[in-house]
């Protein structure tokens, strides 16, 4: 098939077909027409919804200023797609190059961009986890559920696990003024994240906000009454709590269990692909017409010694697509790296936390600027001498400078003066992460430039 | 042009009126040393990230001794420094408290309320054209409205406004970092004493009988002194900024028939035409009051630590590595992320206001004044090579439509 050698002719009149139509998706599907790409375009997408957005549904709409209904994603232009909402890709057939649809329906490609996803965690019993009261929070569906429930009357909610979504949705009832149990198997909220001495702040502001915070246990059962509702959940140390509403928060799977048996490198821990987007094969040999974007991505990033990394986080879902779709319709030699530096945001309790960098690489901190104690700082994470990420609580302004200091493998901990600094030296302290990872050798690698496509990786002298 | 002395051209009055030859000159060096250890810095992207660099203080106190200090209250008047003079914490504290009367999210509807006002003043303002045939953009329309504006916004008396113009005037140019003549700092020091004693009386006055506007909003929340500063310095950047801001519009459009004849019949052009402005005639040109705190490393310069830097916004908003054809007035220009407001922390308090007044006066003035002509262009221009604009702006008018 011509398509498949010449690029030219694929970007007229080739076929791509994307799974997964939601963030990743339809900014791919937008990148694509935006570079000229004429071709049929076909989005699988098995929610019935066009794309919408995620992060509000866990902040403005459970607190009722924004319909879930209302975060349909905007539209940066005309996509001109075959859409086939509501409909699963069941499987993926490499030789064929088709993808088959649960309703037996096939989808012939020339290129083919995977962008499913992940999808929350369930309760792991599955008779509780359908029990009248129980919810998850990952779709629009989940989010308009719990919000009438919120707002309906009860009293006690608990909320299992207390990662960036529990939290928020533990920040949420207390502006409803509900009375709320956080249940956190670690040592303290977003410890997985962020680390012990940051997860102390958290654990500090939920208090303060009047969460009933339990950390190092973890619920055991939940408890249903007659008539299939929810009434008590238990805890490993043996309490037993009266709620109505259970939120289970424990993180995403990742949406790869259709493509099981197609040959492509796809697994729990998501689909691996080189830096531009390429899938790989189960054999470690890279795809040429396979591409995957978004949170079911995994692939190595030179900053952080090309460790295959898998973020669940909005920014790199928006700039993963783009490079996606720039490589799927060019030649060899003008593909794109994705060397996105990891970003997110949360916001709860009142304050705007951002992070960038992979702080969990980051066995030790510093407090750069501002005070834990006044809630209002940020925290710089090192790695083997450099800085490896920061992490803002209400101060997110700085952030660019860390992200700066982050791709250019800046020495840690930072010795230079700042604004709101409050110490004269900067004493690194454990950042306390459950599991700590240790990495094996030392900084090679800063980025440069200041778009992506700018974007460039240079080697430098190691700092040690 | 030899190095050490573009700082002096700059602020040399020859070049008010088109400095940006001297901005395209000074980005081939993007980080620029001066003979007295000063260093300006004129890209875009530099400038943008020392904007939002840690390791840069806007506190004036941190400067070396025996180098200028714009804006640095002497120790005589009492009053501590304005918030834009201020580093965190002090600054956040400030600002965030000064925030909770002005916007979002406690006082989200306070701005919008002005709105009818401040569009009734833009009416009489323009009804006062009826029957000339000549006018002064600057002392007829672009001055009241802002003066109006900042007023109602504090809850100051506008009928005291011929009094406080002329300390608002003296403070304006005293953040030039050149300001002509000797006896300049003790000028300025005196106007803001001045001012500040007359806000004093009247925040005095407003904790006892409390009104509309910030100062009394403020007045629970705020050490009299730290409120006197902020009420000076508002007071100063509402007199001085968006007056500019209103007559580079003016100008800009008057010497692009183009766009001005695309804008009459397009109303809605108002929105990027005010944003192109913004980046193109910005009416802060640039900061010469950060000093670095520590060694730092820019496009392959260090600044070193103690050093006073200038931000070159102006300059910065026209880098060609940033904007395409930046020389050109463009207002279809996508992706027009400019440096007018400033970036970081110290962004433009009075953004969404300036912004506010733009869109009230801009297509008002155009739609309902025809005009013939610039009478002197380039204008008479303002001293001041920081806060920059014309002094007057006549023009030639054919009449007024209602
Ligand atoms: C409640 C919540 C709050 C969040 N808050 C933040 C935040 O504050 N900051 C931040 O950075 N990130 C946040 N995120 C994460 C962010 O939303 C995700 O990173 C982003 O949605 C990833 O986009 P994606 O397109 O890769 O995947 P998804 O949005 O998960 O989309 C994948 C789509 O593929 C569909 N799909 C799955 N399998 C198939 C199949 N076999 N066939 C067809 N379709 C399929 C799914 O149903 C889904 O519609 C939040 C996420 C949630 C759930």
Redesign the pocket.
Do not use: C
């Given at each position: 098939m011509s398509a498949d050698t010449d690029v030219e002719v694929l970007r007229r009149q080739g076929r791509i077909v994307v799974?997964?139509?939601?963030?990743?998706?339809?900014?791919a599907a937008e990148t694509l027409r935006e570079k000229g790409f004429t071709g049929s375009l076909t989005m699988?997408?098995?929610?019935l919804?066009e794309?919408y957005?995620?992060?509000?549904?866990?902040?403005q709409a459970l607190l009722g200023r924004a319909r879930p209904e209302d975060t349909a994603l905007p539209r940066r232009r005309d996509i001109d797609a075959e859409w086939r909402l509501g409909?699963?890709?069941?499987d993926l057939d490499r030789d064929a190059k088709q993808v088959r649809?649960?309703n037996g329906d096939t989808v012939p490609y020339d290129r083919l961009l995977i962008?499913?996803?992940?999808?929350?965690r369930p309760w792991f019993h599955p008779e509780e986890a359908a029990l009248d009261g129980v919810f998850v929070?990952?779709?629009r569906d989940?989010?308009a559920r719990l919000y009438r429930k919120l707002t309906g009357g009860v009293r006690r909610v608990l909320v299992i696990g207390a990662g960036?979504?529990g939290s928020?949705v533990a920040s949420a009832c207390r502006e409803h003024g509900l009375e709320v149990t956080v249940a956190e198997r670690g040592p303290a909220p977003l410890v997985g994240a962020l680390g012990g001495v940051i997860g102390a702040v958290a654990d500090r502001l939920q208090r303060k906000h009047g969460v009933d915070l339990r950390c190092g246990v973890s619920v055991t059962a939940l408890e249903g009454g007659d008539v299939g509702r929810l009434r008590r959940a238990h805890l490993s140390d043996g309490s037993v709590i009266d709620v109505e509403v259970a939120v289970v928060s424990l993180g995403?799977m990742r949406?790869t269990?259709?493509l099981a048996g197609s040959g492509v490198a796809a697994g729990p821990r998501g689909i691996a692909c080189d830096a531009g987007c390429r899938v790989f094969d189960v054999n470690g040999i890279v795809t040429d017409d396979i591409y995957a974007?978004?949170?079911?991505?995994r692939s190595p990033h030179p900053l952080f010694d090309y460790q295959f990394l898998a973020?669940?986080?909005?920014?790199?879902?928006?700039e993963?697509?783009e490079i996606a779709a720039h490589n799927m319709i060019c030649a060899g030699p003008d593909r794109r790296p994705h060397l996105w530096l990891p970003?997110?945001?949360?916001?709860q309790f009142g304050v705007n936390i951002k992070s960038v960098g992979v702080p969990s690489l980051g066995g030790q901190l510093v407090v750069a600027q501002g005070t834990l104690a006044e809630e209002r700082f940020v925290a710089v994470y090192g790695y083997r001498g450099r800085v490896i990420a920061a992490v803002s609580f209400d101060g997110a302004k700085w952030l660019g400078f860390y992200e700066q200091q982050i791709a250019s493998g800046a020495p840690f901990p930072p010795e230079y003066r700042s604004v709101d600094r409050r110490s004269e030296t900067l004493q690194p302290i454990e950042s306390a992460f459950p599991d700590p990872h240790l990495p094996t050798h030392g900084p090679t690698i800063t980025l440069t430039g200041h778009s992506p496509s700018e974007r460039r990786v240079t080697f430098v002298p190691s700092h040690a | 042009m030899t190095s050490g002395t573009i700082s002096a051209q700059i602020t040399d009055y020859a070049h008010r009126a088109d400095p940006y030859p001297l901005y395209a000159e000074l980005r081939k060096q993007p980080v620029r040393r001066e003979d007295d250890g000063t260093y300006l810095v004129s890209t875009y992207y530099e400038v943008r990230s020392l904007a939002n660099d840690p390791r840069l203080s806007n506190d004036t106190s941190n400067r070396p001794p025996g180098y200028a200090r714009p804006g640095q209250p002497a120790e005589e008047t009492g009053l501590p420094p304005s918030f834009i003079f201020t580093d965190p914490p002090v600054h956040d504290r400030l600002r965030g408290t000064i925030n909770r009367p002005f916007g979002p999210p406690h006082s989200p509807r306070f701005l919008d309320g002005l709105r009818g006002e401040l569009a009734k003043v833009v009416t009489e303002l323009l009804d006062a054209f009826e029957g000339k045939d000549q006018v002064d953009v600057v002392e007829d329309f672009a001055y009241p409205l802002p003066v109006t504006a900042i007023c109602r916004v504090l809850g100051v008396p506008r009928e005291d406004e011929p009094r406080f113009h002329v300390w608002a005037d003296v403070l304006a140019s005293s953040l030039d970092p050149r300001s002509g003549d000797d006896d300049g700092p003790e000028k300025a020091q005196r106007a803001r004493q001045e001012l500040g004693a007359y806000l004093s009386d009247l925040i005095e006055t407003k904790r006892r009988h409390p009104g509309p506007g910030m100062l009394s909003a403020l007045a629970p929340d705020m050490t009299p002194a730290d409120l006197e500063a902020t009420a000076v310095l508002l007071l100063v950047a509402g007199h001085e900024t968006t007056v500019n801001a209103i007559t580079n519009t003016t100008l800009t459009l008057l010497r692009h028939p183009d766009v001005l004849e695309r804008f009459q019949k397009d109303p809605d052009l108002a929105v990027p035409i005010i944003e192109e402005v913004l980046r193109y005639e910005p009416p802060v040109q640039f900061v010469p009051w950060t000093t670095a705190l520590a060694d730092i490393d820019v496009a392959g310069t260090t600044i070193p630590k103690g050093s006073p830097v200038w931000l070159m916004l102006a300059a910065a908003n026209r880098d060609p590595r940033r904007f395409e054809d930046p020389d050109r007035f463009d207002p279809d220009r996508k992706d027009n992320e400019h440096l007018g407001f400033y970036t970081g922390i110290h962004y433009c308090f009075g953004a969404p206001l300036a912004r506010i007044e733009l869109h009230l006066a801009v297509p008002e003035l155009f739609r309902r004044v025809k005009f013939s002509r610039l009478i002197e262009d380039p204008p008479p221009y303002r001293a001041n090579a920081v806060l920059r604009g014309p002094r007057q702006l006549p023009v030639a008018i054919e009449g007024l439509t209602a």
């Open positions: 799974v997964g139509a939601s963030l990743a998706g339809l900014r699988i997408g098995d929610e919804y794309p957005d995620r992060p509000p549904l866990s902040k409909v699963a890709a069941a649809l649960v962008t499913t996803g992940t999808r929350a929070l990952r779709t989940d989010s960036f979504t928020e995403a949406n269990e259709w974007a978004g949170d079911v991505a973020l669940e986080h909005w920014g790199n879902a928006v993963q697509a970003m997110f945001w949360s916001s | -």
